[in-house]
């Protein structure tokens, strides 16, 4: 058979092409790219997601933010609120629908979600319940050493419905407790405001403080940690107390700890949890050894001192936490100012000096911010949410923690990252092996700059005031 003569000049044409389809393919692969999501000072943007892509090239021209995976510090446990007697009232009296709908939005993970990681409550009230109580309350003049009268009853009534459905959102969510008050028959003074815890009751307090996270237990919810008492140096507020150093030490090693081991308590006690102008408090108590040995770590507040304060406690006891507790947004809030404020200090500063967690004050209240409780409540505490009716506004501590709380999840540790003038910032290598780096531009003007990565970098800009989270995928 004869076969036709090659045709050396179509088949140089069909193998060109073949290779131009190839080269064009390869060029249409898609480029990496970071996430981001921006919230602006003026609110256009409010947590607006979009893509930046990644390159290789060098950067020129802009302020760069070199993250440093390798330079590790601590683990986040997570980002939140306090979920106030007054919040959980609020929550309850939604609809279910309602409910279940900004529960999820909050606690959820999912597309709309902000993925709300870590919750404080108050041990009995706090001053933004409609009214001060203890679990155990007596008739005047009776005392009640045993815990004989000792009842959860009223968290019955709305926290711990609201705290199991949260629990069906996110089961892994961490929970924390403070007390406000001791019940005001253990107190000098008699009254739920102010006073000191008498010392004949310290061992019936310790009991009172093991009883809650075994009741809270037995109701399906973990208590993770708890801390001591909440700003021990402020007893102006209803209810509070007033409670030294030295007191608290006292307390701790020789009867919370103690209580707790014996009961077999995985709860972690930490101290202090009042504001940063006092660092010698919680260094004082754990200069103590034994007092030490029952310490998880210390918690902090910044309506006084500055937040670098908390680098000081470190420095002193390296071995143990810190975490920031809260902060408050004053009524009707201020959206620029505290969008600025609340980043810069809390979530950049509170992580860059070693917390663990950042928590706002308070997750809910209605228009006129109720409940709150007579002689000292906060009557001008903004919720991260005003709930009226089934109606939800939010308010700027919600955008301030979605800022944090949606990409950075707990296990993730937070990595090394320069500091850059005009442009504070904070980075974190997530559990899925993300890099995120939260920027907030801290000047009058709209600020260019990039994040750098390795050989990877995206180049973007924020507008003044702005804040913006970034998202590198894990390769």
């Given amino acids: 058979m004869k076969y036709p003569e090659l045709n050396i000049s179509f088949l140089m044409k069909g193998c ?72 959980a009232f609020h929550l309850n009296n939604m609809s279910a629908a309602a409910r279940t709908k ?108 093991v009883k809650y996270v075994q009741g809270m237990s037995a109701e399906g919810i973990t208590i993770d940690a708890l801390t001591v008492q909440n700003e021990p140096l402020h007893p102006g507020n209803n209810p509070s107390l007033l409670m030294l150093a030295e007191d608290q030490a006292a307390f701790v090693k020789n009867h919370l700890g103690p209580a707790f081991e014996n009961a077999s308590l995985q709860t972690k006690i930490i101290i202090y949890d009042h504001n940063a102008d006092r660092p010698d408090y919680p260094i004082t108590i754990l200069n103590d050894p034994e007092a030490k040995k029952y310490i998880d770590g210390s918690a902090f507040h910044l309506y006084g001192g500055e937040i670098e304060a908390l680098s000081e406690v470190h420095e002193a006891h390296p071995d143990k936490n810190l975490y920031f507790t809260e902060q408050w947004v004053g009524a009707p809030g201020n959206f620029p100012e505290n969008l600025q404020w609340h980043t810069r200090e809390l979530i950049i500063g509170a992580t860059r000096n070693w917390c663990k967690t950042v928590l706002e004050w308070n997750l809910a209240a209605d228009p006129e911010q109720n ?22 506004i939010r308010n700027p501590a919600y955008y301030i923690i979605a800022h944090a709380s949606k990409y950075v999840r707990p296990g993730a540790i937070r990595v090394g990252s320069n500091e850059v003038g005009g442009l504070p910032n904070v980075a974190f290598k997530a559990p899925n092996g993300d890099l995120v780096t939260i920027v907030l531009n801290d000047t009058d003007k709209e600020q260019g700059f990039a994040i750098s990565l390795g050989d990877g970098n995206i180049k973007t800009a924020l507008k003044a005031g702005a804040v913006g989270t970034y998202v590198f995928p894990a390769e």
């Fill in 102 to 209: 900004v529960l999820n939005e909050l606690f959820g993970t999912g597309e709309g979600s902000i993925g709300v990681s870590y919750v404080r409550l108050s041990v009995g009230a706090s001053d933004l319940d409609e009214k001060p109580f203890s679990y155990n309350d007596l008739v005047e003049g009776e005392v009640d050493p045993e815990l004989e009268h000792f009842s959860l009853d009223y968290d019955r009534r709305h926290l711990i419905p609201v705290l199991k459905e949260v629990l069906t959102i996110n089961p892994d969510i961490k929970i924390m407790g403070s007390p406000w008050s001791p019940p005001k028959w253990m107190k000098d003074n008699n009254d739920t405001r102010g006073g000191s815890l008498l010392p004949e009751y310290y061992n019936a307090y310790a009991n009172y403080l």
């Fill in 16 to 87: 060109l092409a073949l290779c131009l389809s190839v080269a064009m393919v390869s060029c249409q692969m898609p480029q990496q790219q970071a996430k981001s999501m921006v919230t602006t000072a003026d609110a256009t943007q409010l947590l607006t997601e979009g893509a930046i892509n990644v390159s290789s090239k060098p950067v020129n021209g802009v302020p760069v933010i070199e993250i440093d995976e390798q330079t590790q510090f601590q683990q986040i446990d997570g980002f939140g609120y306090t979920l106030t007697g007054g919040s």
């Fill in 371 to 392: 409940p709150h409780t007579d002689r000292g409540g906060c009557d001008r505490c903004l919720g991260a949410i005003t709930i009226d009716g089934d109606k939800v």
